[in-house]
C-alpha cells in the first residue's frame, strides 16, 4: 500500500504530536502538520487524531541533506526511496484538498473499526515514536542511542538533531538483554548513564521499546 511522504520544509519549526494511544511522530513542515490535525470521522481532539504536544526544533537544510538517519541514510536520500518503493512525495506547497485524508489509497473507518492514526503518511526523517513489532520480535535499536538509569528506571535515549534535546523510549534490562546479542549486552549494560538534572528535565517522552 502507498504512502505520502511529505517533503520537509526548511526552516519550519517541527511539531511532536500525539494520539489518543500516546504514539509520537515529528512533523517537518506546515503541510505534514495541516494533514495530521486535519478533522477526520471521530477524531477525538476537536476533530483530529493527533494533538500538537511541543517543538522538536526547527528543520533545516543541512539537517535534510546531512543528518544520517536511524535508516543510516539521509533525509534526502530516504525520500528517493521511498518515491521509488512507489510512495508520493507531498512538497510543502500542497493544497490539502487534494489529498486523501485516509492514505493514497484509504478509506473512511467503518462502525466499529480502529482507526489506523499513521493515515498512510510514510515513515522519514525519524518519524514515528514507537519501535515496530513484526512476528513479535523486538525491533533493532537504530544507531546513536545512549541508553540512561534515572532511578532505576532505564530509558533509550536519542538527540534531537540540531537541538540538543533528548527524547526516550521507556525499557528496562529485559529489553535490552533481547535485542542485543549475549557478547554485545555486557557493553550496552556498561555504558548505561545517569543524565544530568537539566538533561532530565529538558527530555521528552516519545514511547516504549
Known amino acids: 500500500?502507498?504512502?505520502?511522504?511529505?517533503?520537509?520544509?526548511?526552516?519550519?519549526?517541527?511539531?511532536?504530536?500525539?494520539?489518543?494511544?500516546?504514539?509520537?511522530?515529528?512533523?517537518?513542515?506546515?503541510?505534514?502538520?495541516?494533514?495530521?490535525?486535519?478533522?477526520?470521522?471521530?477524531?477525538?481532539?476537536?476533530?483530529?487524531?493527533?494533538?500538537?504536544?511541543?517543538?522538536?526544533?526547527?528543520?533545516?537544510?543541512?539537517?535534510?541533506?546531512?543528518?544520517?538517519?536511524?535508516?543510516?541514510?539521509?533525509?534526502?536520500?530516504?525520500?528517493e526511496d521511498k518515491q521509488s518503493a512507489g510512495d508520493t512525495l507531498v512538497n510543502p506547497d500542497v493544497d490539502l484538498s487534494t489529498l486523501n485524508l485516509y492514505g493514497p489509497d484509504g478509506q473512511p473507518p467503518s462502525n466499529g473499526d480502529e482507526v489506523n492514526t499513521n493515515f498512510g503518511a510514510g515513515s522519514t526523517s525519524f518519524s514515528y515514536g514507537r519501535f515496530g513489532e513484526e512476528g513479535g520480535t523486538v525491533a533493532p535499536i537504530p544507531t546513536g542511542a545512549e541508553f540512561w538509569n534515572v532511578n532505576g528506571n532505564y530509558y533509550i535515549v536519542y538527540f534531537i538533531p540540531g537541538t540538543g534535546t533528548p527524547i526516550y523510549y521507556d525499557s528496562s534490562l529485559e529489553d535490552l538483554k533481547n535485542i542485543f546479542n549475549p557478547i554485545e549486552f555486557p557493553e550496552v549494560e556498561k555504558s548505561v548513564k545517569t543524565p544530568t538534572a537539566e538533561q532530565w528535565a529538558s527530555s521528552i517522552k516519545f514511547g516504549d521499546s
Do not use: C, H
Request: no cysteine.
Open 1 to 79: 500500500m502507498a504512502d505520502y511522504v511529505f517533503i520537509a520544509q526548511p526552516g519550519f519549526e517541527r511539531r511532536i504530536l500525539e494520539d489518543e494511544e500516546n504514539n509520537r511522530v515529528f512533523v517537518n513542515s506546515q503541510a505534514e502538520f495541516d494533514y495530521y490535525t486535519a478533522q477526520r470521522e471521530g477524531g477525538p481532539f476537536n476533530g483530529s487524531y493527533w494533538k500538537d504536544v511541543g517543538s522538536a526544533g526547527v528543520i533545516t537544510q543541512e539537517i535534510i541533506d546531512t543528518q544520517v538517519q536511524s535508516s543510516g541514510k539521509t533525509i534526502a536520500q530516504e525520500y
